[in-house]
């Protein structure tokens, strides 16, 4: 089944206690991004990779770190998360090779509270 | 300031009736349109796109319409059903952006029986 893998699903930390969110997908897409819901401001792009080694900031990317050392994982770290970074997370990927026919296919997402 | 505005964060129609929710943009760049629906505890599924060179694309009960003067685009459900009560996003992008969606807050929908 084609899918984007997201782990952990939840996760609870303190602040500056480092964090790496796991993100796969067995599509062989080459695009890859990462966003952060928040209430009332919808879906903001965090970063994205358009392949293996490229790697580019997103509308908010402060206080974010991401690689793309394989083309089917794109982890994002917190170094020293704070609890402004409380938030949804979803992992998405794309097949950037027909842009305007290939929506953007996401996790199920990764529910972060830093206290 | 938000390129990609969805005013109404709710909206709650009857079982049967048509559902239209709407979205705004700033960005007169942005050349196709997308939604896509959320339900609670998943990630958002793409639902329907629209290119700036149309002004009307439908699938099933889905259609979106496109209104480039105007900056507007809507998405009408016809007819609606439970299973639809949802949160949607509208999302924006442009040819020059590396395909980079803008996404809008979302509607909630909630279809009632």
């Known amino acids: 089944e084609a899918q984007v893998t997201q782990n952990p699903r939840y996760l609870i930390t303190v602040t500056g206690k480092k964090l790496t969110v796991t993100c796969s997908q067995n599509?062989?897409?080459?695009?890859m991004s990462w966003y952060r819901q928040d209430p009332g401001l919808g879906l903001r792009q965090i970063y994205y990779?358009?392949?293996?080694?490229?790697?580019d900031k997103g509308d908010v990317p402060e206080g974010y770190k991401v690689s793309r050392k394989e083309k089917r994982n794109f982890p994002l770290i917190l170094e020293s998360p704070s609890p402004n970074q409380t938030s949804l997370y979803f992992c998405?990927?794309?097949?950037?090779?027909?842009?305007?026919?290939?929506?953007?296919?996401f996790g199920n997402g990764t529910r972060l509270t830093v206290t | 300031d938000q390129q990609v505005k969805q005013n109404s964060p709710s909206l709650s129609v009857q079982e049967g009736r048509i559902s239209i929710l709407n979205c705004d943009y700033t960005?007169?760049?942005?050349?196709?349109f997308l939604w896509y629906k959320k339900y609670p505890a998943e990630g958002p599924t793409f639902l329907i796109s629209?290119?700036?060179?149309?002004d009307k694309n439908e699938d099933g009960r889905f259609t979106v319409f496109l209104n480039k003067s105007a900056k507007h685009l809507s998405l009408h459900i016809v007819p609606s059903q439970p299973g639809d009560s949802a949160v949607y996003f509208c999302?924006?992008?442009?040819?020059?952006?590396?395909?980079?969606?803008?996404f809008g807050s979302g509607t909630q929908l909630t279809v009632l029986p």
């Open positions: 998405a990927s794309m097949d950037s090779s027909r842009p305007y026919n290939s929506p953007l296919h």
């Open positions: 599509m062989n897409h080459e695009y």
């Open positions: 990779s358009m392949n293996v080694e490229v790697t």
């Open positions: 960005n007169s760049m942005f050349d196709y």
């Open positions: 629209i290119s700036s060179i149309k």
């Open positions: 999302a924006a992008s442009y040819s020059g952006s590396a395909r980079q969606l803008t």
